[in-house]
């Protein structure tokens, strides 16, 4: 009767005292080898209407998402993720890239211990108006939404470094908001006590959880 891998595996082995059949051999072979292998899918989706009982330890590579997951017992979590280009965010008017020298504003989702995660990167030279001036656009700084892979769940609020010109503050909050918007929160109109008017904002080492 057959037997089974010294790795402890469970892959079934034909034993020589066996009825020679090669179809049952590489069925055998297949079976216990491709659950344990580096699966490809199409998507996610693709992956899911497959595998639809996944056990402990199945590894997947996701060809659309560029993603390597692996099923922990319980769902599906990503473990690394493929190369992903840095992609120019859409100014609303009144806003510009390069603040301060910082560069284009840009994002790029990355796997960060397990979680896909939005990096940003460059400046925003932020544009004020009316009198006493405040922000433009309520402080929404994109033209058109983020795609739908850079939207978070529900709303993601962090701290981005300020100019200190025509501030008394050195941070900002940057909203990331599910509907695709990036907000601009904590400036205040020209004449306030505490005025909040940097001219630009770094988004350099600001992340966001999806």
Request: with cysteine; proline share 6%; aromatic share 6%.
């Amino acid at each position: 009767m057959p037997t089974t891998d010294t790795y402890g595996q469970g892959v079934q082995i034909a034993s020589l005292t066996d009825a020679p059949n090669m179809e049952t051999l590489a069925s055998n072979l297949a079976t216990g080898l491709v659950p344990r292998s580096v699966m490809r899918f199409a998507s996610a989706s693709a992956r899911n209407a497959t595998l639809t009982s996944p056990t402990a330890g199945m590894t997947a590579f996701l060809i659309a998402e560029k993603l390597l997951t692996v099923y922990d017992g319980t769902a599906w979590t990503v473990v690394a993720a493929g190369t992903s280009a840095w992609t120019t965010i859409p100014l609303a008017s009144g806003f510009s890239h390069n603040g301060n020298d910082n560069g284009t504003a840009q994002y790029r989702i990355v796997n960060l211990f397990g979680e896909l995660t939005v990096m940003l990167q460059g400046g925003i030279d932020i544009g004020y108006s009316g009198s006493p001036s405040v922000i433009r656009n309520g402080g929404i700084i994109t033209s058109t939404p983020l795609p739908s892979a850079a939207r978070p769940g529900s709303l993601r609020t962090v701290p981005a470094a300020c100019s200190a010109v025509t501030s008394d503050s050195l941070s900002l909050k940057l909203d990331a908001q599910p509907d695709g918007h990036l907000k601009i929160v904590g400036t205040t109109a020209s004449n306030a006590s505490e005025r909040i008017t940097p001219p630009w904002i770094s988004l350099n080492g600001c992340y966001y959880s999806l």
